[in-house]
């Protein structure tokens, strides 16, 4: 309820599906919601890397998204922060992804969800490490 | 819409809990229930549901009137529609993105095939 998932099982291996999410030479070929074109991506795929993608829908608007990579471990697991460009959705949110080898290919586990209920999740989960990253968090922020 | 944003944030953090999820479950199916009557089903003591009501109602969640010695509890719909509504928005950029994403990785396995990786 709280957050988005989503699950795409893709007859595809891991490594292939973890490289189209990640390189600017898959993105351009299928991020956003409609056949528009992707205008700009950029991605530095390591912890604290950023990426930056703008792209522009088949009704002319144009959208940038941008984050920061949280967890990089390809090719099973990419968790980023995301925040768009403007005032469409202000504020930051969360987007994890896991990918499992399966029989046909890759099973694909999308969640998007608020930072906010995923940190509450996180500290009650790791107790004394979800407080430290907030407070490193904090602290790279002033 | 600095607002907007921390509104949302304290809507998900309310909505994180599985005790207040089924709060507002019950609230859905009949609206304008006793503070007393809410916490029967809960194994939990009445001050504890009193604190999850507090939570819900800072984010603008529920509303509590009081009427001589009975408080009861009613269903604020807004900041859940608009939870909704986000859930929404990102499921319709998302769901397109991703069958996107599975028609490409599956052209590129079958030219990694084709050319014998």
Aim: net charge neutral; proline share 4%; glycine share 6%.
């Amino acid at each position: 309820m709280t957050s988005l998932t989503l699950v795409r099982r893709i007859a595809a291996r891991p490594s292939i599906v973890f490289d189209a999410l990640t390189t600017p030479e898959g993105i351009v070929c299928w991020w956003g919601p409609d056949a528009g074109p992707v205008l700009l991506a950029e991605t530095d795929v390591r912890i604290g890397g950023r990426f930056r993608v703008r792209f522009r829908m088949l009704d002319g608007s144009e959208h940038e998204s941008s984050g920061e990579y949280l967890e990089v471990v390809r090719p099973e697991r990419l968790a980023m922060s995301w925040r768009w460009l403007g005032g469409e959705d202000p504020g930051e949110s969360l987007v994890e992804i896991d990918l499992r080898a399966s029989a046909e290919g890759t099973e694909l586990t999308f969640t998007h969800s608020r930072l906010r209920d995923e940190d509450t999740r996180r500290s009650h989960e790791e107790g004394w490490n979800g407080a430290l990253d907030k407070l490193q968090r904090h602290f790279s922020r002033n | 819409m600095v607002n907007y944003s921390a509104q949302l944030d304290r809507t998900f953090a309310a909505l994180v809990d599985p005790t207040r999820r089924a709060i507002l479950a019950r609230l859905e199916r009949d609206d304008g229930v006793t503070v007393s009557e809410l916490a029967k089903p809960f194994a939990i003591k009445l001050p504890a549901v009193m604190k999850h009501l507090d939570v819900l109602d800072d984010a603008g969640l529920i509303t509590r009137s009081k009427m001589g010695r009975t408080v009861t509890v009613r269903l604020s719909p807004e900041p859940m529609r608009a939870a909704m509504e986000w859930l929404r928005r990102y499921e319709r950029f998302w769901s397109r993105s991703l069958d996107r994403l599975a028609a490409y990785a599956e052209r590129k396995e079958a030219e990694a095939r084709k050319s014998g990786r």
